[in-house]
């Protein structure tokens, strides 16, 4: 979080001259808490039922009520592990943006953003784990099982107009697959291939953000090394030396068995870096 705060003033120094709708006040702030209470609000819903239980446990025989029941334990399950994605999901992008709006308070306030520690989790430091099955119950469920209906799809899309070469509809299509599944498995590289995107469109400042939001979001995946890299080179080009030196530094630190290592280095040594 420390190394998401000073990167991102530096990307905010170097938009000093950015237009006047890109400067959020107190207000606006509190109205994205606002939101977050509502979505909480909302989660709690989920707690309450909606009527009496009727599932159909009929049959003539004895294993066909035996089939029955280990059809509707099948089907609790399958939404038990849907419900506790959506919580997850929610925990993720609520406690991601409350440690965004912690920063941006302290920087309104002009406070000292490097005592900004580690956002605290939303909802504690619980982890929520599905409900295991029956033994007699074997549902299927794939790693795609955690995707929403249509998201890999999308995802494709949006990756392949970014191969094909048209960047402004990449980088539109990434942004419409961040606001249509928040929390998102795919995130992490969505954000890097906005990130790449608007590279191709020139806007260095914004693709230095869409890196940051890549990297803070699986700071530890795969795709980390490339975005941390990504981000310093970023910072390089928008003039930003000392922390451009400093976060390609820390490719080789967290991650040195990465390939992206090699790529920093060469990136330090063309910017002077000591």
Not at 17 to 25: L, M, R
Not at 187 to 215: I, V
Request: glycine share 10%; aromatic share 4%.
């Amino acid at each position: 979080m420390r190394i998401a705060g000073w990167v991102l003033a530096a990307v905010v120094t170097t938009a000093g001259v950015a237009k006047a709708q890109d400067q959020q006040t107190l207000a606006d702030i509190r109205q994205e808490l606002t939101v977050l209470h509502v979505e909480i609000q909302r989660l709690k819903r989920e707690f309450s039922t909606t009527g009496t239980p009727s599932p159909n446990l009929s049959g003539s025989s004895v294993l066909e009520r035996v089939d029955a029941i280990e059809a509707e334990l099948q089907r609790l399950t399958s939404q038990t592990e849907q419900l506790n994605q959506r919580v997850q999901n929610v925990v993720t992008d609520g406690t991601n943006r409350i440690g965004d709006l912690e920063f941006r308070l302290v920087e309104l306030e002009g406070g000292d953003l490097s005592t900004l520690g580690e956002t605290s989790t939303l909802g504690g430091e619980t982890q929520i784990t599905a409900a295991t099955p029956p033994t007699p119950v074997t549902p299927s469920v794939s790693g795609q099982g955690e995707l929403a209906v249509g998201e890999q799809a999308d995802f494709n899309t949006a990756a392949q107009t970014l191969a094909d070469g048209n960047f402004q509809a990449a980088a539109d299509q990434f942004t419409q697959f961040d606001t249509s599944y928040p929390g998102s498995p795919l995130a992490p590289e969505a954000h890097l291939r906005r990130g790449q995107a608007l590279e191709g469109l020139g806007d260095t400042r914004e693709a230095a953000r869409a890196f940051l939001a890549s990297f803070t979001g699986d700071s530890e995946g795969a795709l980390a090394p490339e975005a941390l890299f990504k981000l310093g080179a970023a910072l390089g080009r928008l003039g930003q030396t000392d922390q451009a030196c400093i976060t390609l530094s820390e490719v080789g630190v967290r991650f040195p068995a990465s390939g992206s290592v090699a790529d920093a280095t060469q990136e330090m040594a063309s910017l002077g870096c000591s």
